[in-house]
């Protein structure tokens, strides 16, 4: 099911990019049901970069820089700023919470697990995870803060646990969104009730006269209180998907495959399409990092998804240790990929790592909200074209779908238009 969903090919990541519309888009994200474009495991893995997907988007469709799709690729780039900034101090408690570290359990109880909490939103969300690899930005908000407020689950807890079944894991969105909602991340605990769930997700997830059922300031409460709410668990509820940590059937490094050889090397988060100016004869080398993979499992549908495009794009697949990696490579002639920040941390040091394309121009202090880093980060940018990566993409002369026909203008702004924030008030993920 999960695949049937979302291709494991370029092909498809296209086909959502011209199925994108902004104006819907803006109107409808919040509702599970609105035009969101489930372009996330795309994205994550690398098939393409965010100054790809707004180039696409861009080329059909009048936008400016505030406008509320630009804004949501926004926060991935926020997300992997701070992670640059704290590197796996992300990993950890930014800041403390409504209770202190030790009020929360550090596992995901069985009843959530197995969709059978009795709360229907909850169940509904982890059934949907499970089938599709996929969630919704809301949903995920609501079982967040489900597990963290009333259940009083670690948010690290959850969040492991949720990285793990997503097609769209990613370390930096998954476990900071965790946070904000725990409100280790943020300065207050995101809250939800069964009104909120009524107005924005169709009536299977309606939740009313559970224990969700009440007011905000009852819920603040009870996200301030260490006690959890009871489990009450219903029926027999689903199994979880079981995880892995390898690849199947995938060789280990040998040197003697990549002697003399120039290789790009591919990896689980580089998986787009490899450049025009790579050497005559590169081999394409795709690696499986077996210490990456050993700390955060995957199901067996993320398995098939990034496996298959791995398979597509690599001649050749290793899976091993980094230093497995550098022994084996140092009888190649040369050796590119595309990494840079924590990610490129994983790679020996004898591989060039070319910069993955960003939209945004990197904000060298450390921003502690989006809001600041959103501010500094497109001061003076008045329209589409000077964001850095667009305008790379245009120096580049990229593409069918490139810039240099981009639909923009500040003239398309709307009055008043600005920063949009979709819960609650404050300016949320
Ligand atoms: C608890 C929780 C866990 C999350 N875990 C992940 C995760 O592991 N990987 C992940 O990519 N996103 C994660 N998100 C962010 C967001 O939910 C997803 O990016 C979004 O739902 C993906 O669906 P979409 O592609 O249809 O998004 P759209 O709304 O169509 O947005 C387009 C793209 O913009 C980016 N984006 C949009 N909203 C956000 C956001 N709030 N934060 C970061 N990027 C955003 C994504 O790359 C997304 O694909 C999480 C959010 C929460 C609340």
Redesign the pocket.
């Known amino acids: 099911m999960p695949l049937q969903l979302f291709q494991p090919t370029l092909e498809a990541a296209r086909a959502r990019i011209a199925a ?1 519309r902004p104006a819907e ?1 803006a109107r409808s ?1 919040n509702a599970l049901d609105g035009a ?9 893995h690398g098939f393409v970069s ?1 100054p790809e ?1 707004l180039a696409g988007v861009a080329t059909h469709h009048r936008l400016y820089v505030q406008h509320k ?1 630009v804004f ?2 926004g ?2 780039e ?2 992997h700023h701070v992670w640059r900034h704290r590197g796996e101090r992300i990993l950890q408690s930014l800041r403390e919470g409504p209770l202190p570290e030790a009020a929360y359990v550090p596992e995901m109880p069985a009843d959530i697990r197995q969709a059978r909490t009795g709360v229907a939103v909850i169940d509904e969300a982890v059934r949907t995870l499970y089938a599709t690899g ?4 809301h949903a ?2 609501w ?2 803060s489900y597990a963290a407020h009333l259940r009083k689950v670690h948010w690290r807890a ?2 492991d646990w ?2 793990a079944h ?1 097609l ?4 930096a ?2 476990h900071l ?2 946070q ?2 725990a409100g280790t991340g943020s300065d207050k605990p995101y809250l939800f009730n069964a009104d909120n769930v009524a107005r924005y997700a169709p009536a299977a997830w309606h939740s009313a006269g559970s224990v969700i059922d009440t007011s905000y300031e009852a819920l603040d409460a009870i996200a301030r209180n260490p006690w959890p709410v009871p489990a009450q668990p219903v029926g027999e509820g689903v199994e979880e998907p079981p995880l892995s940590t390898q690849p199947s059937s995938v060789a280990v490094p040998s040197a003697a495959d990549v002697a003399d050889r120039d290789i790009w090397l591919i990896h689980p988060w580089a998986l787009g399409e490899p450049p025009a100016d790579l050497p005559a004869g590169c081999l394409s080398l795709g690696w499986w990092p077996a210490g990456a993979h050993a700390a955060r499992p995957w199901s067996g549908s993320r398995w098939a998804f990034v496996g298959a495009r791995m398979r597509a794009l690599a001649t050749l697949q290793w899976h091993g240790s980094r230093q497995q990696l550098a022994q084996a490579l140092t009888r190649a002639r040369s050796v590119q990929t595309s990494g840079d920040g924590p990610m490129g941390a994983l790679l020996p040091p004898m591989v060039r790592q070319r910069a993955v394309l960003r939209l945004f121009s990197e904000v060298d202090q450390p921003c502690g909200s989006f809001s600041a880093w959103w501010k500094r980060t497109t001061r003076g940018v008045e329209r589409l074209l000077d964001l850095p990566g667009l305008a790379e993409l245009s120096a580049r002369g990229a593409t069918g779908t490139g810039p240099r026909r981009v639909r923009t203008g500040p003239d398309e702004v709307p009055p008043g238009a600005t920063p949009p924030s979709n819960k609650n008030e404050r300016t ?2």
């Open positions: 994108v888009y994200r969101v474009t489930r372009l996330s495991p795309y994205i994550t965010l997907v799709f949501e690729l926060w991935r926020y997300f996929y969630l919704h930005n995920r908000m079982l967040a959850g969040a949720m990285l997503l769209d894991g990613d370390l969105s998954n969104s965790w904000w909602v949320a993920p």
